[in-house]
């Protein structure tokens, strides 16, 4: 009888974490380690895409929105990981990666790409300002040759990779 109740309740509870993921499926997934709100900067960066803005004394019209990719999500992390443990603030890693060597290591393989950092903000909203307020991070930002991205926050040590892939 206690092996009967053992197996049911088993069955029960597996069924239970089986419809918790299944909700979550159709939701782009983020690493663990990652402390970027997923959502929520995507959301705001297509906002921005999707009224077009002013970067500096250039405007950029509406382009298409971006897709989350895991692999730039990847490669973003782990510099803004790099940064926060060797403490320095640079597109060029301290081992003299580049942001393309970085992303190539994710086997991302692109047609075009591009990177954005920060440090010192404490959240997705502060952080696409502070981009937004420097012309060369905003028209990456507006690029139409991107088709994806993925940030990664240590600290507040922030990366967004920006990718359009092979086909």
């Not at 950029?60 to 990981?81: F, G, I, M, T």
């Not at 926060?84 to 991302?108: A, C, K, P, V």
Request: glycine residues 6%.
């Amino acid at each position: 009888m206690n092996r009967l109740f053992f197996a049911v309740s088993l069955l029960i509870l597996s069924n239970s974490f089986t419809a918790c993921s299944k909700s979550e499926e159709d939701l782009p997934s983020t690493i663990d380690e990652n402390k970027v709100e997923l959502q929520e900067i995507l959301k705001l960066v297509n906002e921005i895409r999707a009224s077009g803005t002013s970067c500096g004394s250039t405007y950029y019209p509406s382009v298409d929105p971006l897709l989350w990719n895991e692999k730039l999500e990847r490669a973003a992390l782990k510099h803004s990981q790099d940064m926060f443990d060797q403490n320095y603030f640079s597109h060029t890693s301290l081992n003299g990666n580049s942001f393309s060597d970085r992303i190539e290591q994710e086997d991302y393989l692109y047609l075009s790409i591009g990177e954005n950092i920060a440090n010192g903000y404490s959240s997705e909203e502060s952080v696409i300002n502070g981009w937004l307020n420097s012309q060369g991070h905003c028209a990456n930002i507006m690029n139409p040759k991107y088709t994806e991205m993925g940030v990664g926050r240590v600290g507040n040590y922030w990366t967004q990779d920006f990718g359009k892939p092979k086909k």
